[in-house]
């Protein structure tokens, strides 16, 4: 679902993959081949690396990416983590997670301070 509040825009994706959310966006006649700026992203699956692809976070990149997972079946991946950090490169983004198990504060963690 995507929320539009005057210019800002929130997808939250609930339980879709990836492909299922791109899929949707072009079944509803959006444009692929432009990103759409996000204010807010709810990654897709709990952060489940079977469910998120490149092709998905260039087409929504956003300022805020939210995780909604406890760790149950390993979610969020780290690999997840990692495919964002690749793909969203140097640009500032903010990643906020609804719960920090222990490998999610070990992926996370900043060295040298």
């Known amino acids: 679902m995507l929320v539009a509040i005057g210019e800002r825009k929130i997808l939250l994706t609930g339980d879709a993959r990836g492909t299922t ?38 087409l929504f990149p956003a300022e805020h990416y939210v995780i909604s997972a406890d760790g149950k079946h390993s979610n969020p991946d780290v690999s997840t983590l990692r495919a964002m950090a690749e793909t969203l490169g140097n640009r500032p983004y903010i990643v906020h997670f609804t719960n920090h198990t222990p490998a999610m504060k070990a992926s996370t963690r900043r060295s040298g301070g």
């Open 21 to 58: 959310s791109l899929a949707g966006w072009k079944a509803a006649g959006h444009a692929t081949d432009k990103p759409v700026h996000l204010d807010i992203l709810k990654i897709p699956h709990h952060g489940s690396n079977r469910n998120i692809t490149r092709e998905f976070l260039e």
